[in-house]
């Protein structure tokens, strides 16, 4: 399973735009970037997905990099809901199943 | 719609027990997965059923098994009890298990918390 690698933890103030990298540096043609993220006490929670191209849902955007070895999750305004661990994983879209292969993440925190 | 469904919310058993953890997949999903996650890590995958038998199993030991049911509920099975097991097991469900289901996403539940004594 390819690997991603996060910083540990993040800093926000409310009401502010958070920037959360990812670097995967071996990626393949065939791996979808997702991103998960776990509030506390609850199960992880999926965020976004793409392959190639930046994409947006109603949670987050989801910026990727030209050579697609790294990306950038973006919460355009964060709230005190948005305190979190966010987990950015590879997934092949030629593997059979779909287990996740979860990495420690980044714990994000939000200041009022 | 109802979620993911997992019984029961928390567990406490002492070394040497066995347990049954249960899980409700999502209205329409057919794949059932369990993870475990240890306090302050990731969860780990630990295998996934689909039609009723084990199709992809990640490093765990026999100890632990499972079972699916016609009604693609499953449960996930622990002998011999170790305190190394005290964590949160998660259950998560999809649709399908066809090349390309990747990209589909997992529903977890809020898991089981087990604390082995």
């Known amino acids: 399973d390819a690997k991603t690698t996060q910083p540990n933890s993040m800093e926000s103030n409310e009401e502010e735009p958070v920037h959360l990298p990812c670097n995967h540096s071996t990626i393949s043609g065939t791996d979808y970037i997702h991103w998960y993220r776990q509030l506390p006490s609850q199960g992880p929670e999926y965020v976004i997905h793409g392959l190639t191209s930046n994409v947006n849902n109603r949670m987050a955007s989801l910026a990727i990099a030209e050579d697609r070895k790294s990306s950038t999750l973006i919460l355009h305004r964060a709230t005190l809901r948005d305190a979190a661990v966010y987990y950015c994983?590879?997934?092949?879209?030629?593997?059979?199943?779909?287990?996740?292969?979860f990495g420690a993440g980044t714990i994000l925190r939000v200041k009022s | 719609d109802a979620g993911v469904t997992q019984s029961p919310t928390h567990l406490i058993k002492t070394r040497g027990q066995q347990v049954t953890l249960r899980c409700s997949p999502k209205s329409g999903h057919d794949t059932v997965s369990w993870y475990q996650q240890a306090l302050g890590q990731g969860p780990q995958f630990i295998f996934q059923?689909?039609?009723?038998?084990?199709?992809q199993r990640g490093n765990f030991p026999d100890r632990f098994s499972g079972h699916q049911f016609p009604n693609y509920s499953s449960e996930l099975n622990v002998n011999a009890l170790l305190l190394g097991d005290s964590a949160l097991y998660l259950c998560a469900s999809s649709l399908g298990r066809r090349q390309g289901a990747g990209n589909q996403p997992q529903h977890f539940g809020d898991g089981t918390r087990l604390s082995i004594l």
């Open positions: 994983i590879l997934r092949s879209v030629m593997e059979y199943g779909n287990k996740l292969v």
């Open positions: 059923y689909y039609e009723e038998e084990e199709r």
